[in-house]
């Protein structure tokens, strides 16, 4: 255990996020994704795990450390609902309270087509598997930075 950090955050989880530079994407996922096979064509490479957390718990402790990017409007990104894209499913709806909070103020999410998400996953540095049971549980998150003491 560490002073300071979420005890839901592993070893090899806070290792790639200390890794991850400005503009890198993380993809966190529900456990219906193919998150080994596309975590295989990551930066990383490795499938990185967050077993029996939700969505919104992992999105949580990780943004308990990762700044997101202010520069872009892809900050942070949803998997759209196939034939209803404008939907916004409660897990969906939940992971934005904790991006909001994060920010500290409302910021939505973009929506990304299933198979755009799949092929954004694959280029991004990691993948984390959640344990989330509910459809559509998958997000993309963009590392931001950390300004300088003034």
Do not use: W
Not at 37 to 59: F, K
Not at 139 to 149: S, T, W, Y
């Amino acid at each position: 255990m560490l002073k300071g950090i979420d005890p839901r955050l592993n070893a090899d989880v806070l290792y790639a996020l200390r890794a991850m530079g400005h503009g890198d994407y993380l993809i966190v996922t529900d456990c219906n994704f193919p998150a080994d096979a596309i975590a295989r064509e990551t930066v990383l490479g490795d499938l990185l795990r967050m077993d029996n957390l939700t969505a919104a718990e992992a999105s949580e402790a990780i943004l308990s450390v990762l700044p997101l990017d202010t520069f872009v409007d892809d900050f942070a990104g949803r998997m759209q609902v196939v034939d209803a894209p404008d939907d916004v499913p409660v897990v969906q709806a939940e992971v934005q309270v904790v991006i909001d909070a994060a920010e500290g103020s409302p910021r939505p999410m973009v929506g990304i087509e299933r198979f755009a998400f799949y092929d954004l996953a694959k280029s991004a540095y990691a993948v984390i598997q959640t344990g989330e049971r509910r459809f559509y549980g998958c997000f993309m998150l963009r590392k931001g930075v950390i300004a300088p003491d003034e």
